[in-house]
């Protein structure tokens, strides 16, 4: 998959400052914000995510005025980094670079759950993330469909909509999740071609 431009890439390097110190900030608010929105939902403390970055709370609202600007920044940070995995698994063998992916694009989901309810569906920011997951994704899929590696009687939204239902239900721990997660994407893996059997002698 030839690197491409994707609609969330350009909103997150138009937000990003410039200098240096700020841009130094700036990626420590947005990496703590993520790992508060994941530990205690969309109502995490902006002093407590200030805090994580090693920052003041008015550094905070310098970058983000309101909570819902420190929203779309992670959301659409996060879907950069989708589209961003995606180019670098696109070299692997097809089941592997889908699959590879699909685990990145389940970390996402948990972010996501914290965040999603806060954000207009129809908003730019949002429509502008699906449409860059949905052509970051979309070719590994039918890549491993091409290869005979998925099967053929489902598109990527079906698969998305899956792995997004299995993420969204409540685990004992990570690795129970996976473990479902695996069988659920054994059932997309195409099923080997039966070799014909052999000729009987006469």
């Not at 609609?7 to 900030?25: F, L, W, Y």
């Not at 779309?72 to 063998?93: F, I, P």
Request: proline residues 5%; hydrophobic residues 45%; charged residues 25%.
């Amino acid at each position: 998959m030839p690197a491409q431009p994707f609609p969330v890439s350009e909103i997150v390097a138009s937000q990003r400052p410039h200098r240096k110190d700020a841009a130094r900030n700036y990626d420590a608010l947005l990496a703590a914000a993520r790992e508060a929105f994941a530990e205690n939902g969309a109502e995490a403390s902006l002093e407590d995510i200030a805090r994580r970055a090693g920052v003041g709370i008015g550094t905070l609202y310098r970058n983000f005025p309101t909570r819902r600007h420190l929203f779309e920044s992670v959301y659409a940070g996060e879907v950069n980094d989708l589209c961003q995995v995606a180019q670098e698994v696109a070299e692997l063998e097809p089941w592997e670079a889908l699959t590879s992916w699909l685990r990145r694009f389940v970390d996402y989901t948990v972010t996501k759950r914290a965040i999603r309810e806060a954000l207009n569906n129809e908003s730019e920011i949002f429509l502008a993330c699906r449409d860059s997951m949905y052509a970051a994704g979309g070719p590994l899929f039918e890549r491993a469909q091409k290869a005979g590696a998925a099967r053929a009687d489902m598109d990527f939204d079906d698969l998305l909509r899956m792995v997004a239902g299995i993420t969204a239900t409540n685990f004992l721990d990570d690795a129970q999740r996976d473990r479902v997660l695996t069988v659920a994407l054994d059932g997309v893996r195409a099923a080997p071609t039966a070799a014909a059997p052999p000729a009987e002698s006469r």
